[in-house]
């Protein structure tokens, strides 16, 4: 190789390799914690989410209209002596 060459061939991996290095640093590596997937390394610096706790039977409104109109029915019935 002469010269030009040798510069031309340094200079490329040069830059080859200062783009793969900061490709490395750039992206966060994912991690499995406890069952999570961790996207990043800066998953501790993210915002909590809070979920209030709600009612252990998620559909109680329901099941209390399914009564009440159970008991309609069954009120009718014997208002008509079935």
Same mark, same amino acid.
């Given at each position: 190789m002469n010269g030009f060459?040798?510069?031309a061939f340094f200079s490329s991996w040069l830059v080859i390799s200062a783009a793969v290095g900061l490709l490395t640093l750039t992206t966060g590596c994912q991690v499995d914690v406890g069952? $999570?997937?961790l996207p990043s390394p800066y998953y501790m610096?993210?915002?909590v989410q809070y979920f209030a706790p709600g009612p252990e039977f998620k559909l109680s409104r329901e099941a209390a209209a399914?009564?009440?109109a159970k008991a309609q029915q069954q009120? $009718?019935?014997t208002a008509l002596g079935r």
């Open positions: 060459a040798r510069k069952g $999570q997937t610096k993210d915002d399914l009564q009440q009120a $009718q019935a």
